[in-house]
């Protein structure tokens, strides 16, 4: 498989706090892959250095080949990557149509605009409602965000993702904070949305990495330790000792 997506000695420092340290990272077309890590580890810092929320101090960010490294996030989600938050970032007092439609309208080149005739708006509405049927929210399409669980939350977040188009999708802690009875939802939304697209994912949830991912990268104080299939990851003296020391069972 190719490489869609390639950090090359990739650094980033906070005044004196180097939080990622020279890594490498190759990510296949086609492939989920983790990222995982004690707390503290550089994997929030290394997805916002992917998708160009942080400047790099040094190394450099690739793209299909296309070198990013000087990118701003609009430029590398209209090139086909894009990410979701470990925080919420719906609008709680739309729709769940609306929000979805609000991302389609940025997708067209245009900002949410909330003067607009409610025809011109409606115009997106075919494609927020396919969108939300892919995630399994249609029948909910008229709630408002505050009023659905925190689970159908984070669907609609990848829903809203979805409708940038994108090549790459990069999901910051999806199962975060989810009640036990929704995490199967949403492993099985990942599944389905990986099949025509690569999926790069940090979860601290290793039973769903282990379902889910093709190839994991162990980040520790910044730095990679490990990288290969989650069974290789599993059976590496250094990560178990890494994440027992962390309070982790690998």
């Not at 011109?120 to 969108?131: C, G, S």
């Not at 975060?176 to 940090?202: F, H, Q």
């Amino acid at each position: 498989m190719s490489i869609v997506l390639e950090a090359r000695q990739v650094s980033k420092s906070f005044g004196g706090f180097l939080a990622v340290k020279n890594v490498d990272l190759k990510v296949h077309e086609g492939s989920i892959h983790a990222l995982i890590g004690p707390n503290g580890a550089g994997k929030t810092t290394l997805f916002g250095l992917l998708t160009r929320f942080h400047s790099t101090t040094s190394g450099s960010i690739f793209l299909k080949g296309e070198d990013i490294t000087s990118k701003g996030p609009a430029d590398v989600a209209l090139r086909g990557l894009c990410r979701s938050f470990q925080i919420s970032s719906i609008f709680p007092g739309l729709t769940l149509r609306e929000n979805v439609r609000v991302a389609l309208q940025r997708r067209h080149g245009s900002s949410h605009q909330f003067w607009q005739p409610s025809r011109v708006l409606r115009r997106f509405d075919d494609d927020a409602d396919r969108l939300l049927d892919r995630v399994g929210l249609r029948p909910l399409a008229d709630r408002l965000c505050s009023e659905v669980s925190y689970g159908r939350k984070r669907a609609l977040e990848i829903a809203t993702t979805l409708a940038m188009e994108p090549k790459v999708l990069l999901l910051d802690e999806p199962i975060a904070g989810m009640a036990a009875g929704d995490i199967p939802m949403i492993v099985e939304l990942i599944r389905s949305v990986a099949k025509d697209r690569t999926v790069v994912m940090v979860e601290h949830n290793l039973s769903v990495v282990e379902s889910l991912c093709d190839r994991v990268t162990v980040l520790v104080r910044g730095e990679l330790m490990a990288e290969g299939t989650y069974s290789e990851i599993r059976d590496n003296p250094a990560v178990r000792q890494a994440y027992i020391g962390a309070g982790y069972e690998v």
